[in-house]
């Protein structure tokens, strides 16, 4: 199998962008069965999104070799599913310690293939490694309880599904991908991952560096555009537990397909269209500093679903902290994502820069005014998918702009006059994913918490994950939680025995 150098020359300033981008994407990416790239797949072109041409290609897996590929896991998930946790959780370790060896690597595939900066992309990967060893962590969580019930013997154990499957988004191509797998295997599952569409890259190298720790099959990723393999994935016979982050559109539709094709547990953590509320008595520069982070900018382009995309201001203060929100957000650098000092590269491609730009228009069109960006920036040419951090003011709660989720870089700023009224801006879409509320009172704080309809809430905070803390939303944000002991939980079964003693 051709695979690309373990490391990349770290902030090497003799390489140019170009040599970089040969280093990285100069190989064959392949599906990986029985260890050996799979014979015969399709292969469809991956774009690069700094300039809308090719980057390279990667495997369109059809149905049936989604089928050969989950027949496989199913016969590696034998012998691990019976392996005891600690000691799968040590090979979960030793997975995590080679992802960290391959930071640069992986941190420039993402920045490649998904145009998201070099520096972030290395968090990303650490990020991910941080997960697995979390989940090492908890493996002695499933150890099952005892029941006083009657003279006998009660109990109850953990028992893996058996294969699972996981279907990733493009946004944390490679924290999505290896962290996502980590539940799964800790619990004794084998995992099939779907990859992004857009950005399979690390996922593909991935499934490479898993086959090192843990062989053939155990931990496998598909790849392929459009539809075709994920249904495949989501309606396979052998496949009860599924995984999904993404859009809720497509969430409820594999909740359709995975009930049609039997009875199968699947979680889902779909999008947000998260409120930051900052009240008269908050710290006001710390509170306009966490609306810029938290709306992910330099993070993702805005491309996340926790991102706190609604800043709601007491009218009392909105214009201090606009101000300063606006200052910080033109001042972000947007360019090339391996150049250095960029801060915020591209959106993913045509259809996201297209999204987002029409959802400037239309809240416009709806009363919002543009206070920074709203286009294209100025310090790119005309190639790839490059799209202004934006700020929105004068944006009602019925705009567009503050009910439906763009997945950009796009702010919108709202005003209110009690808490009361602040709530109810909040709680007033169908989503629920993450919220914030920006405070120095701390009745108030828990107050405001404990009715802002959202799964993970921030206080005085906005867009860090503590590693470990359930992560999930509520309405139309999703069903489940990761990131915790109850993820891991989650991809398990319970069985109770009951073991009638002689009398």
């Known amino acids: 199998m051709s695979t690309p150098p373990a490391r990349l020359p770290e ?60 027949l496989a896991a199913a016969e590696a998930q034998r012998a691990w599913g019976a392996t005891p946790p600690r000691a799968r959780a040590a090979k979960v370790r ?35 490694a941080t997960l697995l060893d979390i989940m090492a962590d908890n493996a002695l969580a499933l150890g099952g309880a005892t029941y006083p019930l009657s003279e006998n013997l009660h109990y109850s154990v953990q028992q893996p ?43 593909l190298r991935m499934a490479e560096l898993a086959a090192e720790v ?7 990723v598909v790849s392929g555009r459009g ?32 009930a049609e094709s039997g009875v199968k547990y699947v979680s889902l953590e779909l999008g947000g269209k998260n409120a930051l509320i900052v009240m008269p008595d908050a710290d006001l520069d710390a509170a306009a500093a966490s609306a810029v982070s938290g709306m992910n900018f330099t993070a993702t382009a805005g491309q996340s679903c926790g991102s706190t995309s609604r800043l709601l201001l007491h009218e009392s203060i909105a214009d201090e902290v606009l101000a300063s929100v606006v200052a910080q957000v033109h001042a972000i650098r947007v360019g090339h994502p391996l150049t250095e000092g960029t801060q ?24 919002a005014e543009v206070l920074v960006g709203g286009g294209r920036p100025d310090t ?10 934006t700020v929105l003011t004068r944006v009602a709660p019925d705009n567009p702009a503050a009910t439906e989720e763009i997945f950009g870089p796009v702010l919108s700023v709202l005003t ?50 503590y590693w470990g803390l359930p992560f999930g939303g509520v309405k139309s944000s999703g069903v489940g939680r990761e990131e915790s002991v109850e993820e891991l939980l989650s991809y398990t079964e319970t069985k109770a025995v009951t073991v009638v003693l002689e009398q």
């Open 161 to 203: 599904y058996g294969v699972v499957g996981r279907i990733v988004p493009f946004n944390h191509p490679l924290m999505f991908a290896a962290g996502k797998v980590a539940a799964p295997l800790v619990a004794g599952n084998a995992i099939v991952l779907k990859a992004p569409d857009q950005s399979p890259l690390s996922s």
């Open 11 to 70: 902030g090497n300033p003799a390489m140019t962008l170009a040599e970089t981008r040969r280093t990285a994407v100069d190989r064959r990416f392949d599906v990986l069965l029985g260890g050996r790239p799979m014979v015969g797949a399709a292969r469809y072109e991956v774009e690069d999104p700094t300039t809308g041409g090719r980057l390279t290609d990667a495997p369109d897996c059809s149905a049936e070799e989604v089928d050969r590929i989950v």
């Open 227 to 258: 539809a075709v393999s994920g249904r495949a994935l989501v309606r396979h016979p052998l496949i009860r537990r599924i995984g999904f982050i993404g859009a809720p559109d497509t969430g409820r539709l594999i909740q359709h397909e995975a």
């Open 416 to 465: 209110f006059a009690d808490e009361d009224e602040a709530l109810e801006i909040a709680n007033g879409t169908e989503y629920g994913l993450t919220a914030g509320v920006w405070t120095s009172d701390v009745t108030r704080a828990h107050r405001m918490a404990a009715q802002l309809q959202a799964g993970y809430v921030w206080v005085n905070g906005s867009s860090r994950h």
């Open 344 to 367: 915020m590269g591209p959106v993913i491609d045509r259809r996201q820069y297209d999204k987002s730009i029409a959802a400037i228009h239309a809240g416009v069109a709806a009363g």
């Open 94 to 128: 030793e997975f995590a310690a080679l992802l960290r060896a391959h930071t640069e690597e992986l941190a420039t595939l993402d920045a490649l293939d998904a145009g998201f900066p070099l520096s972030v992309m290395r968090a990303d990967v650490d990020a991910a």
């Open 214 to 220: 843990f062989g053939p099959d155990l931990c496998a």
């Open 380 to 389: 790119v040419g005309n190639d790839g998918w490059y799209v202004a951090p």
